[in-house]
């Protein structure tokens, strides 16, 4: 029986466990990325596991999130990024370089290695036939210390490309339709793999906007082959010599096949606030907007400026509308000049913005009360842009940029006809903005550059015996971390502060949950399905952590948010009987007896009290040899630095 390409990838680099669906594997990492609002946390765990130099191939520390600096705070923490990276042989893309997921397939991935990145978008690089995963800030940090990266072995979707899109219909059509037919939650537990005939019809970054927001299904991760125009990208970027084929056998055995026919795609746009509230423009009809950006690590391929720059060419942005775009990396805002798609952007009247994620992760461009905003990116979560009545659409940059001239929500086939965009032979590239780390022997030297803001890892604690805490929070379905932990320019700045951000924990949900759970000292949050989707940020865990939160108690948990609460030291439950939660009062008292005991017994399902109500609710909590014994240190960062030595 024939493999799948993720399955040779794996298997190529399999350090723990067996491959049972279901089951956990550890495998070991070739590659590691972070980007700056997670990764000052992920360098200050990799420094307390005391390991001098990563044992890595190649691990890059990205400043590209935290770009506004009204404050010293996000200058310290790049600065201090800068040092350990220095110190601990980790290249540094410096701010300005450009967003992680775009730099990384433009200058490091490479077919048929292991990435993981402490940044949910990492499963870009699958775009290039790289088996690249988001993972929390200390998973990252245990993998360049050497340590395998587990994960559930995954089931394995192939999404069977079949025809041509059609003039002015794009990649993010592609994935807005996948997102459409599976959910936001449709991906949980597994691999999204690319395959058929209509592969070769699609560029390396329209693979890579494809498998960017595969995020949003929640898979794991999401992977095109590597060929022959894999192949020509890495020559053009002058790194021919990393490519190899990768592809799945003829005979390959998937769990589940889409089909999905290019040619019947039509464009299309998510709906607040949602990314798979997906309609076609068609069906949403006239729509009057008043913001437009261009950019993110979905859309901000030279490739994708080009159409932009075309259907701009000679026009002026809508008086009504406000256009921003933000090239995704050096290289191609570079391009963009030297091609003179810059000057004719700049004429058009947009605005020009550095390369990062900026309005993407609510670093500005707030769009004004209520506002409709057509935005190229990959999330439209409530209150996410910063205006918390923003109306947010998920669209292609081509309906963007036609958008932003009409002032209206506009079927880019309105534009007529198509050139062909072809991408250059050869790319600029100076890789002057991405700095090398110490050698071994200079190491010594380096001196760590702390600010401030820079305080330590919250206090863990070995999971106690028994757990009686009350409910401080119910909340509903699909709540996201940008619910769990907000970004924003105002919050952003607090990511290497624990207890400063704490304060603003589910405040989009209720304003007075931090106080409340800190004054209880210890307790218990309630919710729905698909719990924790969205970001792979740990401070939606950590956070928690500090506010004293013991257990979460959910119908089903988003993957890494899942991952990241067992690291943090607390218990992930998920109900057996989904009609229980409403059984569930805020406010009321859980029992977990003898939970310690229950969790080293390997007892996967027991029953809880509701000693409020007197009612038993039988729990599901599922822990394999690894989780649980870190589930019983109190956290990753205490197994770790039991186990790594
Ligand atoms: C995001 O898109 O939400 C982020 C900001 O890139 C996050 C990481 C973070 O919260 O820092 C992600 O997707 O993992
Ligand atoms: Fe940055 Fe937005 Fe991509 Fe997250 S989704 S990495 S914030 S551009």
Not at 180 to 191: A, E, P
Not at 256 to 280: F, Q, T, Y
Not at 360 to 387: D, E, H, K, Y
Request: with cysteine; aromatic share 6%.
């Amino acid at each position: 029986m024939g493999l799948t390409l993720t399955e040779k990838i794996l298997k190529a680099h399999v350090v723990d466990g067996e491959f049972v669906k279901g089951q956990e594997i550890g495998i070991k990492i070739d590659q590691t990325l972070t980007q700056d609002a997670t990764g000052t946390m992920a360098y200050l765990e990799f420094e307390a596991m005391g390991v001098p130099r990563v044992r890595t191939e190649r691990s890059v520390a990205y400043i590209d999130h935290n770009t506004l600096q009204n404050g010293f705070e996000n200058a310290d923490d790049h600065r201090f990024i800068g040092s350990v990276a220095k110190k601990h042989g980790i290249y540094f893309s410096r701010s300005g370089n450009g967003i992680c997921h775009q730099v990384h397939l433009e200058r490091f991935g490479i077919p048929g290695k292991t990435l993981i990145g402490s940044d949910s978008h990492t499963p870009t690089g699958g775009g290039i036939g790289m088996i690249a995963i988001g993972a929390g800030g200390l998973d990252v940090a245990v993998a360049m210390g050497g340590g395998a990266y587990y994960i559930t072995y995954p089931k394995i979707v192939k999404v069977n490309l079949t025809g041509k899109l059609s003039p002015w219909v794009a990649a993010k059509d592609v994935i807005l339709e996948v997102l459409k037919r599976l959910s936001v939650k449709g991906g949980v537990g597994k691999v999204i793999e690319y395959c058929g005939k209509g592969v070769k019809t699609l560029s390396v970054p329209e693979r890579a906007t494809i498998t960017n927001m595969g995020a949003e299904l929640g898979a794991t991760t999401s992977i095109f082959p590597s060929d022959e125009i894999t192949k020509q990208f890495l020559e053009a970027q002058g790194r021919g010599e990393v490519w190899t084929e990768q592809k799945a056998d003829d005979d390959a055995v998937y769990d589940e096949i889409v089909e999905i026919n290019l040619s019947e795609l039509v464009p299309l746009a998510a709906c607040p606030h949602s990314p798979d509230n997906v309609k076609s423009v068609a069906e949403i009809g006239k729509l009057k907007i008043d913001q437009v950006c261009i950019g993110s690590c979905t859309n901000s391929s030279l490739l994708d400026m080009m159409k932009v720059a075309h259907i701009l060419k000679g026009k002026t942005v809508h008086p009504d509308v406000s256009l921003a775009i933000a090239p995704g990396s050096k290289q191609v805002l570079n391009m963009m000049a030297d091609m003179g798609l810059l000057s004719i952007m700049i004429d058009a009247g947009a605005r020009i913005l550095e390369s990062a994620c900026g309005p993407c992760i609510g670093m500005g461009q707030s769009p004004n009360s209520a506002g409709i905003s057509l935005r190229t990116f990959n999330r439209n979560f409530l209150g996410r842009s910063g205006t918390k009545d923003g109306q947010i659409y998920l669209v292609s940059p081509e309906l963007a940029a036609i958008s932003a001239v009409t002032g209206y929500l506009t079927d880019p086939r309105e534009i007529g006809d198509m050139p062909e965009f072809v991408l250059p032979q050869k790319f600029t590239v100076h890789d002057n903005m991405i700095a090398l780390p110490a050698s071994e022997e200079e190491a010594d030297s380096v001196e760590i550059l702390r600010g401030p803001n820079i305080k330590p890892y919250p206090e863990t604690a070995p999971l106690e015996d028994s757990i009686t805490a009350p409910v401080s929070l119910k909340v509903e379905d699909n709540i996201t971390t940008d619910h769990i932990m907000p970004a924003g320019a105002k919050i952003l700045p607090l990511r290497s502060n624990i207890p400063a951000i704490s304060q603003h924990c589910f405040t989009v949900c209720d304003e007075t949950f931090p106080a409340r759970a800190k004054e209880l000292g210890k307790s218990i949050i309630v919710g729905g399905s698909n719990y924790g989707q969205g970001s792979s940020r740990e401070h939606a865990a950590l956070a928690p952590l500090y506010l004293g939160i013991k257990a979460v108690l959910v119908k089903s948990f988003a993957r890494i948010h899942r991952a990241n609460l067992v690291n943090a030291g607390i218990l992930p439950l998920t109900f057996v009987n989904e009609s229980d939660y409403d059984t569930i009062s805020q406010g009321d008292i859980l029992e977990l007896a003898g939970i310690r005991e229950k969790i080293q017994n390997g007892e996967t399902e027991f029953n809880i009290l509701n000693k409020t109500t007197g009612k038993e609710i039988p729990v599901l909590c599922e822990m394999t040899g690894r989780t649980k014994d870190i589930m019983l240190a109190g956290g990753l960062l205490d197994y770790t630095r039991e186990n790594l030595k």
